[in-house]
Nanobody
């Protein structure tokens, strides 16, 4: 299985920025989707953003215009640039890798806390 390792989380004040990174190691199917999901305490995990190996983007309405997802296929790495953070962005952010109908891999998550 592919291993996903997230980094870059932390504690920031409202209005500040963070940049998350997810590095994948292991054999990966050429055509795939990588993305970020988040989960606040007591809430369901929700999609934040995804990007395909071909560069197709998808953002949740709540982050569109503030967050930017990008990837480097050669490095098997995906980033999430988060600007204008607000307390509602607080949660554990998980990196995700998916291909076909059955392969679905998650990282361990990185905590993002935004104080008002």
């Amino acid at each position: 299985q592919v291993r996903l390792v997230e980094s870059g989380g932390g504690v920031v004040q409202a209005g500040e920025s963070l940049r998350l990174s997810c590095a994948a190691s292991g054999s990966m199917f050429r055509i795939n989707v990588m993305g970020w999901y988040r989960q606040a305490p007591g809430k369901q995990r929700e999609l934040v953003a995804t990007i395909t190996s071909g560069g197709t983007l998808n953002y949740a309405d709540s982050v569109k215009g503030r967050f930017t997802i990008s990837r480097d296929n050669a490095k098997s790495t995906v980033w999430l640039q988060m600007n204008s953070l607000n307390p509602e962005d607080t949660g554990i952010y998980y990196c995700n890798l998916r291909w076909g109908q059955t392969y679905n891999q998650w990282g361990q998550g990185t905590q993002v806390t935004v104080s008002s």
